[in-house]
Each structure stands twice: as structure tokens, then as C-alpha cells.
Nanobody, 125 residues
């Protein structure tokens, strides 16, 4: 059983910062991937960042590498997305996703099976 619960979304102004949290359970197996995705109104869902358990390597979408950072707590039960210098284009619904099994490829390309309910980053307008 896999459960993902996002939190931390909220209204921020341009240039502000926000930290999203994804509380994960059921991912104690050795091979899994977990990451963040977002979807803006009228837009396709896009990958933000992810971590693969094979080696713990973190991937970021090219446009977000300079502003977003993924980390975890000491127990590694929560995945964080630190979002800095937020822009109007960052307004979206943000989702945490996971799957069992991973490889050494970019986990943003994986087909994720488990999804959280999402958390909203609505923007300031």
C-alpha cells in the first residue's frame, strides 16, 4: 500500500518562496521512485523533480534546476520541494507521485502509478 499526502501549498507573491511536503508511506522497498509534478489550468502535467532509490540521485526539470530543491527529513519519510524565486508561471496544482521499481534513467520519464491529492500554489493574482 502506497500513500502520498501533499501539504504546504498556498498563495505567494512573485519572487517569494514556498516549501511543499510529501508524506510518503508504503515505499520501504529498495526500488522505487518518488517525485513532484505540477499541472496548471489548461496545461499538460509536467515533471518538476524526482528521486530514484537505485542511487538516490535527484533529477530536476531543466527550467527549475536553479530555483527548486528537493530534500528529505532525517527519517526519509517526507519529501520536500523548496521553491524559491517563484514566478507567475509556477502557479499550478502540485502533485507528489511514486512508483515501485526504478532504474538509472531520468525518473521524470517514468510512468507513475501512485499519486497524492495535490496541493495548490494559486499565485497572487
Amino acid at each position: 500500500e502506497v500513500r502520498l499526502v501533499e501539504s504546504g501549498g498556498g498563495l505567494v507573491q512573485a519572487g517569494g518562496s514556498l516549501r511543499l511536503s510529501c508524506a510518503a508511506s508504503g515505499l520501504t522497498a529498495e526500488d522505487y521512485a518518488i517525485g513532484w509534478f505540477r499541472q496548471a489550468p489548461g496545461k499538460e502535467r509536467e515533471g518538476v523533480s524526482c528521486v530514484r532509490s537505485t542511487d538516490g540521485y535527484t533529477f530536476y526539470a531543466d527550467s527549475m534546476k536553479a530555483r527548486f530543491t528537493v530534500s528529505s527529513d532525517n527519517a526519509r519519510s517526507t519529501l520536500y520541494l523548496q521553491m524559491n524565486n517563484l514566478k507567475p508561471g509556477d502557479t499550478a496544482f502540485y502533485y507528489c507521485a511514486a512508483l515501485r521499481g526504478s532504474s538509472y534513467s531520468n525518473c521524470l520519464d517514468y510512468h507513475y502509478r501512485y499519486w497524492g491529492q495535490g496541493t495548490q500554489v494559486p499565485g497572487s493574482s
